[in-house]
């Protein structure tokens, strides 16, 4: 069974700083997703990692995947509060179900000024 | 381009009463997906379906849950005689197929079971 762990559950920081998320995965995979999820709204898609090495930057955010590692980092540098919501990473299943899509719990970022 | 539509947002039932959930997928997304996250845990795979055709429900409960996505109409995941353990918010995503095809999410929706 394809199981998916990220850590931080939670995550407090100040502005201005930097962090990690890391997202593990327990077998092979075609692709690795992270989401955005704000309070009662979508989930928002941030990026589409899909070979090792890949790494993707969209402003303060960048993600990485390393497939012989099981793992992929989202970091994120000089936080500011426009970016406290919840973040997801998620894993297809490799092979003929690759649409199901197993997500880890969530990371809920509290950005303080 | 309306995103995926999802109704209701909350939806409250008592233990016994039945729960209908809506997805209305994005415009030329034929492939639609149900996921549900119970409190302090991830989105969970529940079933998979093309118009007319159910193509994986190896998430879905065995009893009580069944899911439709019609010809015309949105897709429905109905939740028959609702116990206490059905609260959660339950998201559809739809996509253009089902492979390798990102999948795009509603709004969800929140059922509570009294």
């Known amino acids: 069974e394809l199981k998916v762990e990220q850590n931080p559950l939670f995550l407090s920081m100040q502005e201005g700083k930097n962090y990690t998320i890391y997202c593990n995965y327990s077998?092979?995979?075609?692709?690795l997703y992270w989401y955005r999820q704000d309070p009662g709204k979508s989930l928002e898609s941030l990026f589409v990692?899909?070979?090792?090495?890949a790494v993707k930057q969209e402003g303060r955010l960048m993600a990485s995947l390393d497939t012989k590692a099981r793992l992929s980092t989202l970091h994120i540098t000089a936080a500011v509060h426009d970016l406290s919501a919840t973040y997801f990473c998620?894993?297809?299943?490799?092979?003929?179900?690759?649409?199901?899509?197993?997500f880890g719990k969530g990371t809920l970022l509290t950005v303080n000024p | 381009n309306a995103g995926v539509m999802q109704n209701p947002r909350h939806l409250v039932r008592r233990r016994g009463q039945e729960a209908r959930l809506r997805c209305s997928p994005m415009?030329?997304?034929?492939?639609v997906y149900w996921y549900r996250q119970l409190p302090e845990e991830g989105l969970k795979f529940m079933v998979y379906?093309?118009?007319?055709?159910?193509?994986?429900e190896s998430g879905m409960p065995k009893e009580r849950f069944s899911a439709e996505f019609p010809k015309e109409g949105p897709s429905i995941l109905r939740i028959q005689q609702v116990v206490r353990g059905d609260s959660a918010a339950y998201f559809c995503?739809?996509?253009?197929?089902?492979?390798?095809?990102?999948?795009?999410f509603g709004p969800g929706t929140r059922l509570t079971v009294l």
């Open positions: 995503a739809s996509s253009t197929s089902g492979f390798y095809n990102e999948q795009f």
């Open positions: 077998t092979t995979s075609d692709r």
């Open positions: 990692l899909l070979s090792n090495g």
């Open positions: 998620a894993v297809d299943h490799s092979g003929g179900s690759n649409y199901k899509l197993t």
């Open positions: 415009k030329g997304h034929s492939h």
């Open positions: 379906l093309q118009k007319e055709n159910i193509i994986d």
